[in-house]
């Protein structure tokens, strides 16, 4: 028992506050202050000491760090604010590599920052210069950092200017909301603009692009739906890929299906723009944000709308959904941060971040208490219960089969008007 | 303190005084009078005669003590006790009950006053142009709106005001962009009468939708012809009491709208005052009688705003991103009597 008292001792006071007031084990009124003490053991999950478990960019160029704990909720600069200005802002954010010990920042002013998490610190700032206006989309690929700017300039910046390889991927439209690298595919990139459908890219050869997407049908007055992709998401484990539109449109597009149309395309909502989406932990769902607030958790096999989500103010700029844990992490306009479980309604956490937030990164180790999936319909296994009922003797064992045929004669016996055999009889006329 | 003054009240209505046959007499016959009370169809009437009952000090039957006796005989006890009377009660209401905001502004914190002054109004705070306001209103507006318009371009410095003939709000805004206009005010109509007020600053500035209600004009103010006092100076703009974040930016948005130099040679202040959500707008002409003291005239309209959405970005109610938007989330937002978002 004492090491177990003596364990949760030393993570709390990491955080210099320790609300854990240790007694005597004698002593019936040993209180802990925090809740989640008697599960300590698999409830406390931090890595090492001060780690940010989510980093979030906000619209002053300010970059966050976040720590979610079970009680409290750390948040911490990254960079300070005297040398930041309107064009540091950071307007997209990603992983470095798959180790998550590097980030990548995009800014206004089309240059790439480079964060080191285990260093903790900025490890480089490298100009990008290439299209005009910020930029839209940042990535790794290859040990190369490949930006898209929002006049649809995309370019892979390689040490050699002759290996450096670039396009532009605004083959039509006004301007690029997003740009990501697959992490499931090798060498896929994906675009996605105002009135400029989702395009899949490879690197290798990038000047005609993989895939394509048609826009839906017209309308029932024959005019064409209009088309803004404002984020966009890859399926793991397959080549499918997801995208939200500002004109209320949810897609599913699968380049390895016949055709270019998407599989599915649906309004979870009417009325509402939506601009970020993020694949959730659980098979067929999606989370979609508005520009209003709404954050909805929406699934593609049945194609409705499944949890909706409370706590906004403003719009929702990104959210992240860990890949195998109900948590989700949204970040928007109206500079809070919150946490929720995929099947409750009011954030587990939320902090105010003083910014207009844009991006957010969160760590594969993210893990906070109540993080497992409540299913609703997992049946309590009783096994006193079950084995009494077990050892009860069975009077009759009725068979399926018996009761079907008894079922069919009184079918047959009974004439009814719209009977299947009077409707045969009838002839068709030539 | 309010259950002490509840414990004083009680010790007052469980104790009646003595009575004798011709105060009961009496009391009886002020009775008769409570009871025409309810009856009494004149509300001019009903008013003035509750005010009299309240006023008595007569705790007889009604069990009431009139509110200024009651601070009449407080007054009078802590003179008498002197240094030992009791603090002075604070009467309990809404705003100082107010629920904390997590997001109330505190200029100390370094990176909310950073976050502040970064804001799209930036060049108006560091006086780099000078506001130029377009005001315009709904389609077929009537008298009582077009008045207003009218007093609004006397309101706002350097504004022109036009009809609307139709146009889309984005392609307004577009053409006043090109015309160099810095902000753009619609005022809409319902039922005869303006209802509604949308700001939208131009160089993709935030767009900020207002509900206006109790519209009084210049015409109907309480002196006559206060229209002749009316002059072009630049007006002081006063902002009082906006303590969130929001409040903050719609503040700024709105002090973005006069000229940031005022001419205090003219005595002239607008005011925009703030309390439990709902902006006061306030025309005043000052003149200092002493050193403390200012004589105030009101001039001008009298209207008051409740923001209904700021959007980030011009006008796009449908596919934009809205900083702050209460539609459709009034259960979940408001939440307490004594919640305020400015």
Not at chain 1, 11 to 23: D, E, I, P, Q, T
Request: overall charge positive; proline content about 4%; aromatic content about 8%.
């Amino acid at each position: 028992m004492l090491p177990f008292l003596q364990v949760t001792n030393v993570a709390f006071s990491r955080f210099g506050n320790s609300g854990v007031r240790l007694k005597s084990l004698a002593d019936n009124n040993l209180k802990f202050q925090m809740p989640c003490c008697s599960v300590v053991g698999t409830g406390l999950i931090m890595s090492s000491t001060q780690d940010f478990n989510v980093y979030v960019g906000a619209e002053t160029g300010l970059f966050k760090g976040v720590s979610f704990n079970d009680h409290q909720t750390i948040t911490k600069n990254l960079n300070s604010l005297q040398s930041l200005d309107r064009q540091q802002e950071i307007t997209c954010m990603a992983w470095g590599n798959d180790e998550e010990s590097e980030i990548l920042m995009g800014l206004r002013s089309q240059k790439v920052k480079i964060y080191d998490t285990e260093f903790k610190g900025f490890s480089g700032c490298v100009e990008t210069p290439f299209g005009k206006g910020p930029l839209r989309g940042v990535g790794k690929f290859n040990d190369s950092i490949i930006t898209a700017s929002e006049s649809g300039d995309v370019k892979l910046w390689k040490f050699k200017a002759s290996q450096q390889i670039e396009f532009h991927a605004l083959t039509a439209g006004e301007s690029l909301s997003c740009m990501r690298v697959s992490p499931y595919n090798k060498n896929i990139v994906g675009t996605g603009g105002k009135k400029n459908d989702l395009q899949l890219w490879d690197m290798e050869n990038a000047q005609h692009p993989v895939f394509k997407a048609k826009n839906v049908k017209n309308d029932f007055l024959d005019m064409p739906v209009p088309v803004w992709v404002s984020d966009f998401a890859f399926v793991p484990n397959s080549e499918q890929v997801v995208s939200s539109s500002r004109h209320g449109h949810v897609r599913l597009y699968d380049p390895k299906s016949r055709g270019r149309r998407p599989v599915i395309s649906c309004i979870p909502e009417a009325d509402e723009a939506w601009t970020c989406i993020s694949i959730a932990s659980r098979s067929n769902q999606v989370l979609v944000g508005s520009g209003k607030g709404r954050m909805l958790l929406y699934d593609f096999r049945q194609q409705k709308v499944v949890h909706a989500y409370r706590g906004f103010t403003g719009s929702i700029r990104q959210i992240v959904c860990h890949p195998t844990k109900p948590l989700v992490v949204s970040v928007g306009l109206d500079r809070f941060i919150r946490l929720h479980h995929l099947d409750r309604q009011t954030p587990l956490h939320k902090a105010y971040l003083k910014s207009r937030l844009n991006v957010v990164l969160m760590r594969r180790d993210f893990g906070v208490l109540g993080d497992q999936d409540v299913d609703l319909d997992e049946e309590i296994v009783d096994t006193e219960k079950d084995t009494l009922w077990n050892t009860m003797e069975v009077i009759k064992d009725r068979t399926f089969t018996e009761t079907e045929d008894i079922l069919d004669k009184e079918v047959d016996a009974t004439p009814t008007k719209n009977n299947g055999s009077s409707r045969k009889k009838r002839k068709t006329v030539p | 303190m309010e259950s002490a003054e509840n414990a004083e009240n009680a010790e007052v209505l469980v104790k009646p005084p003595t009575l004798t046959a011709s105060d009961r007499l009496a009391a009886k016959k002020r009775f008769r009078t409570q009871r025409r009370l309810s009856t009494m169809k004149n509300k001019v009437l009903r008013n003035a005669q509750w005010a009299t009952l309240k006023k008595r000090s007569e705790r007889l039957l009604f069990h009431f003590i009139g509110k200024k006796e009651g601070q009449k005989q407080r007054k009078k006890e802590a003179e008498a006790l002197g240094d030992k009377a009791p603090p002075k009660q604070i009467p309990r209401t809404i705003e100082n009950t107010r629920e904390a905001d997590i997001t109330t502004v505190d200029r100390d914190d370094e990176e909310v006053t950073f976050d502040i002054t970064h804001d799209e109004y930036e060049s108006y705070f560091s006086k780099t142009y000078v506001p130029k306001i377009l005001i315009t209103s709904s389609d077929n507006p009537h008298s009582k709106t077009i008045h207003f318009i009218r007093e609004l371009t006397k309101i706002f410095p350097s504004s022109e005001c036009q009809w609307r003939k139709r146009s889309s709000v984005k392609k307004m805004i577009q053409s006043a962009k090109e015309k160099d206009y810095t902000d753009v005010v619609v005022i809409n109509e319902d039922r005869r009468v303006p209802n509604g007020m949308l700001v939208s600053h131009l160089p993709d500035g935030p767009t900020a939708y207002f509900k206006i209600s109790n519209v009084k004009l210049t015409k109907d103010m309480k002196y006559k012809n206060i229209i002749k006092e009316f002059t072009t100076h630049r007006p002081e703009v006063i902002l009082n009491n906006f303590q969130t974040r929001l409040g903050q930016a719609v503040s700024r948005m709105l002090a973005s709208l006069f000229h940031y130099d005022p001419q205090f040679k003219g005595r002239r202040a607008v005011t925009f005052h703030n309390q439990r959500d709902y902006i006061f707008f306030r025309h005043h002409r000052y003149e200092f009688k002493s050193q403390k003291r200012a004589a105030l005239r009101e001039l001008g309209p009298r209207f008051t705003l409740r923001l209904k959405w700021l959007q980030k970005g011009t006008f796009d109610t449908i596919e934009g991103d809205y900083e702050w938007i209460i539609a459709g989330k009034r259960h979940e937002m408001e939440t307490s009597r004594r919640r305020f978002f400015l």
